[in-house]
């Protein structure tokens, strides 16, 4: 009678304490105590800040891929290398009004190819006259580009007017030696894309960078 007994209570203990092990180890787990109400968290949200679209033709000093500020193209083209890897591999158009007189203008950018990691932007500027298009592209409206270094780079701005920024610096000894980078800025005067004054900014290997400090 008396081993039946401690049977029984052993039992009972072993029950009890394998009770205790379990609720510590929920709690060690992170659920709530006895008694205690489960909060339920929710989770803040996360922006995308990959694309923020800012205008990287004010102020804006932080580093990141050039655009040259055209946007989405409205047609795009590619085309077929010759065996040398060289020729025009893409063409975009883009529709804007460039002079706000309520007519869709166009800007075409080709990009042309060489054979070697080097190639250059070339682009186009027509202001649509109701009976067609002019062109009124300035000389010399396309980047130097390389592997490391950019010689010469253009930013289109809209807002609050049409202007385009060049910024470009001459080859000296090697392709990546630094030289002075001077500035240029384009501005409509009677339908016209006339350059304002050259400044010098400071020596660079890749002119890409000194629009983001403007």
């Not at 025009?88 to 190819?113: A, K, L, P, Q, Y």
């Not at 070339?122 to 649509?128: D, H, S």
């Amino acid at each position: 009678m008396n081993q039946q007994r401690g049977n029984i209570l052993f039992n009972t203990l072993l029950v009890v304490l394998c009770a205790v092990i379990a609720v510590l180890i929920y709690m060690l787990a992170g659920g709530p105590m006895p008694g205690e109400k489960k909060s339920v968290g929710v989770a803040s949200p996360q922006m995308d800040i990959s694309d923020s679209g800012a205008d990287i033709s004010t102020n804006d000093t932080y580093a990141g891929e050039f655009s040259d500020g055209l946007g989405v193209p409205d047609s795009a083209q590619e085309f077929a290398l010759d065996e040398f890897g060289a020729g025009i591999s893409e063409r975009d158009v883009f529709n804007r009004d460039i002079n706000n007189d309520g007519r869709i203008d166009r800007i075409t950018r080709t990009r042309n190819e060489n054979g070697t990691v080097h190639f250059f932007y070339e682009y186009v500027i027509e202001l649509n006259t109701g009976n067609g298009f002019v062109d009124i592209t300035p000389d010399g409206f396309r980047t130097t580009e390389g592997a490391d270094c950019a010689l010469q780079k253009l930013k289109f701005i809209f807002q609050p007017e049409f202007r385009v920024i060049k910024i470009s610096r001459k080859w000296q000894e090697t392709w990546d030696t630094p030289t002075m980078a001077q500035r240029t800025e384009y501005t409509l005067n009677n339908n016209q894309l006339v350059p304002g004054n050259t400044v010098d900014m400071r020596t660079v290997c890749d002119v890409s960078e000194l629009f983001y400090q403007e």
